[in-house]
């Protein structure tokens, strides 16, 4: 086999085995996903989990469970209740002073889809409505006969309060045998809230309490189903990461940490939750799958290994925090770095190869920050990491450029030893010997480009800064594929066509500039081999048609500088471009019939 049919076959197979391996293992079609949740939903159905009971001060060390409620809907389960409204730039909803949950909350920076007239995006909601999802604190007894607020407790405000970043507000419980319980919530650091617990002790008698908070998910979440980011449950205990999948409770049995500090909670693709106890703590962490009427419930909690005890006429405090919001990158480095949490940046999915998608992300974000537009950032970054590798690409190019202007002599030696691979292959390596020439050199570029397409793909898939981040024209979305079909000749024709023909502007032009920088490498010598060089373009076009935009254009445009560089280097080695006529000898039809 000759050198340039290994590096073009080494190309060829960098390029297929990174694509290809997203494309076909990984982004599995929608109805495939939605059957393995059914699947999913169906094992937990039929699991007989003992259904976790309420505690009410028994002394049991219980995190308490949840009772069975009808299913209500959103707004009337909000409206049934006394709540304290919570307003701030990022989150809108209210505290619902029974049990003093926070069961209600919106995220009004972000919508439902790209059109800013579509509705919040709601991330908590009250327990027994549809996909439940809210979080609560509490205290369990140590022994001690006390009276303490469950999750019915009825829990009162001031007139008006509204919680707000500068305006804390302060619920009360009295239990009505001595004791107060105080609740000062404060909003702080867009989307975190400070709860400071007081218990004002006037029994007599010394009493002994453990603090525990949980948030509760009801119905099996959601989820995407894509390898490059996490979704499910997680924490972060004695300084290691547990990711915990749904499917990994489905035995019931629940899965126990133990750790000072830390914090535990739940993740989305672009939204999390996360309990974050007081870090010098030593707590007891659960997560945990309740099947309860079937209906599946699935629940973090932390309970403190370590009673505070409150002597009469004394109060004693203890402060926790609860995060719920976006996963914006610069929030959530600002709260690990302020309240000194224990890798609460791992609450973003940067993957194995953080050492290239968080710079990635730096420097898309800076730019991004300077000219506005993630689209127009994308291009920036392109152009540097194109300048970064200028010498060694100039060096590959012009070692390909050398093997395009030997081909007359390569096949001069076909010629020559028609009938002997292994002589052809001999003198071959011989020639490229002689001119100094690289079989491998070519494929530098491609080697060089694999770990900057992947680490783009990581950052604009998992970061929320490029959701719904828009580019020009059509584009609204750089995290979604392009929305336009050349099958429904783009808009023109009312029609949908099926999600493997959505093949959009933009991968089009993907596919064209892959194919003019093919034309200026050597061609393959064996016909299988320049059948299939020719074909690589159309199958990456489709292929690529349902990634996202973002990195279709970052493609194209790293495409199109590849072919002004090469076509220079060509020029500066004597090797002539001609696209026509590379155009006319790579389509059989459009070459000239020899004259009669």
């Not at 999600?499 to 093919?518: A, F, K, N, R, S």
Request: proline share 7%.
């Amino acid at each position: 086999m000759t050198g340039d049919n290994k590096n073009l076959i080494l190309a060829i197979v960098l390029s297929v085995l990174v694509i290809g391996a997203y494309h076909f293992l990984y982004l599995a079609p929608q109805a495939a996903k939605q059957a393995e949740l059914a699947r999913q939903q169906a094992e937990l159905a039929q699991q007989t989990q003992q259904t976790q009971t309420q505690q009410q001060g028994s002394g049991g060390g219980q995190v308490p469970g949840t009772p069975q409620t009808p299913e209500l809907a959103r707004a009337d389960a909000i409206a049934a209740t006394s709540r304290v409204k919570i307003k701030s730039p990022d989150l809108e909803g209210s505290i619902n002073l029974t049990g003093a949950a926070f069961d209600d909350l919106q995220l009004v920076e972000y919508r439902e889809t790209v059109n800013p007239a579509s509705p919040a995006v709601v991330l908590l909601s009250p327990s027994g409505t549809p996909n439940g999802y809210f979080a609560e604190q509490g205290w369990i007894s140590d022994g001690s006969a006390v009276k303490l607020p469950d999750p019915k407790a009825q829990w009162t405000a001031p007139d008006g309060a509204v919680l707000g970043p500068d305006t804390p507000v302060t619920l009360t419980w009295d239990n009505g045998e001595g004791i107060v319980f105080k609740r000062t919530i404060s909003l702080s650091d867009h989307y975190l809230f400070t709860i400071k617990h007081e218990i004002e002790n006037k029994t007599g008698n010394a009493i002994g309490v453990r603090p525990y908070a949980r948030i509760q998910r009801q119905e099996l979440p959601h989820v995407a189903g894509w390898w490059v980011f996490f979704e499910g449950m997680l924490g972060v205990f004695n300084q290691t990461l547990e990711e915990i999948h749904y499917s990994d409770l489905k035995d019931g049995a629940p899965q126990k940490f133990d750790s000072t500090g830390g914090w535990l909670g739940f993740t989305d693709k672009y939204w999390a939750t996360a309990l974050i106890p007081d870090q010098g703590v030593a707590v007891a962490n659960t997560f945990q799958h309740i099947n309860q009427s079937g209906r599946e419930i699935f629940q973090t909690d932390y309970l403190a290994r370590d009673a505070i005890t409150v002597p009469d006429g004394a109060t004693a405090a203890y402060e926790d925090r609860l995060f719920a919001g976006a996963k914006v990158v610069r929030t959530i480095n600002q709260i690990q770095e302020q309240h000194k949490i224990d890798r609460f940046d791992l609450m973003i999915d940067w993957g194995w190869f953080y050492f290239l998608t968080k710079p990635m992300f730096w420097l898309l974000k800076h730019i991004q920050d300077i000219v506005g537009n993630f689209g127009v950032a994308i291009l920036i970054v392109t152009v540097l990491v194109k300048l970064a590798v200028f010498p060694l690409a100039n060096k590959s190019y012009a070692s390909m450029s050398k093997m395009k202007k030997l081909q007359p002599e390569m096949e001069k030696i076909k010629e020559r030893f028609p009938d002997d691979r292994m002589k052809q292959q001999q003198e071959i390596m011989a020639l490229y010997k002689k001119e100094k020439v690289s079989p491998l050199a070519g494929c530098l570029p491609v080697v060089v480009q694999i770990p900057i397409f992947f680490a783009l793909y990581k950052v604009i898939l998992t970061s929320i800064d490029l959701r719904h981040a828009p580019f020009f024209g059509w584009i609204h979305d750089l995290s979604a594929a392009d929305p336009t079909s050349l099958f429904n000749l783009f808009g023109l024709i009312p029609w949908t066509p099926p999600h493997l023909l959505m093949i959009g502007v933009w991968p089009i032009v993907m596919g064209v500039t892959m194919w003019l920088q093919m034309r200026l490498n050597p061609t393959p010598p064996d016909p299988i081999q320049a059948s299939m060089f020719n074909w690589m373009p159309l199958i990456f076009t489709f292929m690529l048609a349902s990634f996202p935009v973002g990195l279709v254009i970052y493609w194209a445009w790293s495409n199109t500088l590849s072919i002004l560089q090469q076509g220079y280097i060509m020029k500066k080695n004597g090797v002539e471009v001609d696209f026509l006529g590379n155009i006319r000898n790579s389509l059989p039809f459009l070459k000239k019939k020899p004259a009669s």
